[in-house]
């Protein structure tokens, strides 16, 4: 039996790691000139924190069990990223665009499947998630590909793609996770009906 507040916890860091994603897009969408070494650290923070968020997400075991399905491996490539930009700033510069579109659109992906699993369970608002995660796949594809000329732009578009990332984690978070109460305590995961 998994605990109702476990789940509630880490609904409440999704959506607070969803809020910074959404900051540090808003940050770099308006402040493009930030330094790099700054944005490296600030990023990989955020990819660190995201990253055990994640983690908590996978093992709290919502109700429907579709947000956080596919936390353990993209929690553990957050951690990863986010240690090599801690940790590394200067060798991440050259190719920190990329870095982050690969976020970007392996998260989209996971929440494209998110979407339709969400479908399937019949949750309304599961065509505002496959759309978001469309548009934020997108930006991780452009991204990757950076046909932008000069750092100003790129810097003001990967802040758009962390905002569009903050945006789908979030309704992700609101409305695919659902808590069922119990006397404090989730349904189990099989219904006996002998």
């Known amino acids: ?3 109702w507040n476990a789940v509630r916890m880490a609904k409440a860091a999704y959506i607070v790691i969803s809020v910074l994603f959404c900051a540090g897009g808003l940050l770099l969408f308006f402040y493009p000139y930030t330094a790099a070494t700054v944005l490296c650290y600030i990023g990989g923070g955020l990819l660190i924190l995201g990253g055990v968020v ?3 997400g ?3 075991k919502d109700l429907y069990r579709l947000a956080f399905q596919f936390d353990l491996a993209y929690g553990l490539l957050l951690l990863a990223l986010g240690l090599i930009m801690v940790l590394r700033p200067q060798g991440v510069m050259a190719f920190l665009h990329f870095l982050i579109g690969v976020v970007l659109l392996s998260d989209a992906l996971f929440k494209i499947q998110t979407a339709l699993d969400a479908k399937r369970f019949g949750l309304p608002r599961w065509a505002w998630i496959m759309g978001i995660a469309v548009l934020t796949g997108v930006c991780g594809v ?3 590909l950076n046909p932008f000329q000069g750092a100003a732009l790129l810097a003001v578009f990967m802040g758009a793609g ?6 789908l984690n979030l309704c992700v978070a609101v409305w695919a996770v659902k808590v069922m109460e119990k006397r404090g305590e989730q349904a189990p995961d099989v219904i006996d009906i002998a």
């Open 142 to 144: 452009v991204l990757m």
């Open 1 to 3: 039996m998994r605990t």
């Open 54 to 56: 994640k983690l908590a």
């Open 162 to 167: 962390l905002l569009a990332e903050g945006i």
């Open 58 to 60: 996978y093992f709290s």
